[in-house]
């Protein structure tokens, strides 16, 4: 089965810093990844996702992420965050049809 | 954009009681999920429901869940006598297929506490 860390539980920034998130799964195979945000009180929404192709992807609001394949990463990144980035974070690799989420990061970024 | 709702947002109950959180599905979706987060835990799979059937389910998912789409719009969860570790936020989902790709789209989840 395949799973899924994210090593940064809570992270901290000031406006206009720079983010990356960590990510790693575990499956060797051709994978599907997503990253998911949950803005304070909403749904989770997703933010960008992974299945072939380009291993750079662009997501929504300025985000990023980097597929690297020898590293098991996807990391999460965006140049400079905002106050209304602040939320929590998951990253999650399709399994069948299903979702395997990591634990979720969660971000506040201070004005 | 269409959306996943679901009800209620939040719900109290009793230990042992049974409890039904409802999910209307984004209308033309074919697969159906319930996935939970307990506090300070990670999104759990619980069950995927596709053509009227489960078609998969997690090890959490035991004998006190059920799944049910009743009319062809709501999705139902129900866990039949609840305990105090059902406490959790559970997230409904759904997506128009399963194939690489694939997107799910979840509601904004039923915070169930159990006391």
């Known amino acids: 089965a395949q799973s899924v860390s994210q090593h940064n539980h809570h992270v901290i920034l000031s406006e206009a810093a720079s983010l990356e998130l960590g990510c790693n799964y575990s499956?060797?195979?051709?994978?599907?990844l997503f990253w998911y945000v949950q803005y304070p009180g909403q749904h989770l929404q997703l933010l960008l996702k992974?299945?072939?192709?380009?291993?750079l992807v662009k997501g929504i609001k300025g985000f990023e992420a980097e597929f690297i394949k020898s590293k098991f990463s996807f990391n999460l990144r965006k140049p400079s965050v905002q106050w209304s980035d602040t939320a929590e974070y998951f990253c999650a690799v399709n399994q069948g049809g299903k979702l395997i989420f990591g634990q979720g990061t969660e971000l506040s970024v201070k004005p | 954009e269409p959306e996943v709702t679901q009800t209620p947002s939040h719900q109290v109950t009793q230990m042992g009681q049974e409890v039904i959180l409802r999910c209307v599905p984004i209308?033309?979706?074919?697969?159906f999920y319930w996935y939970r987060q307990i506090l300070g835990q990670k999104v759990e799979f619980l069950v995927s429901f596709y053509n009227n059937e489960i078609s998969e389910k997690s090890e959490i998912f035991d004998d006190q869940f059920s799944v049910e789409r009743p009319d062809g719009s709501n999705f139902t969860l129900k866990i039949r006598s609840t305990k105090l570790e059902d406490s959790a936020m559970y997230f409904c989902?759904?997506?128009?297929?399963?194939?690489?790709?694939?997107?799910?789209?979840f509601g904004e989840g039923s915070w169930l506490t159990v006391v």
């Open positions: 499956y060797g195979g051709t994978v599907n």
């Open positions: 992974y299945f072939s192709g380009d291993p």
């Open positions: 209308s033309n979706h074919l697969y």
């Open positions: 989902a759904s997506s128009m297929n399963r194939g690489p790709g694939n997107t799910i789209y």
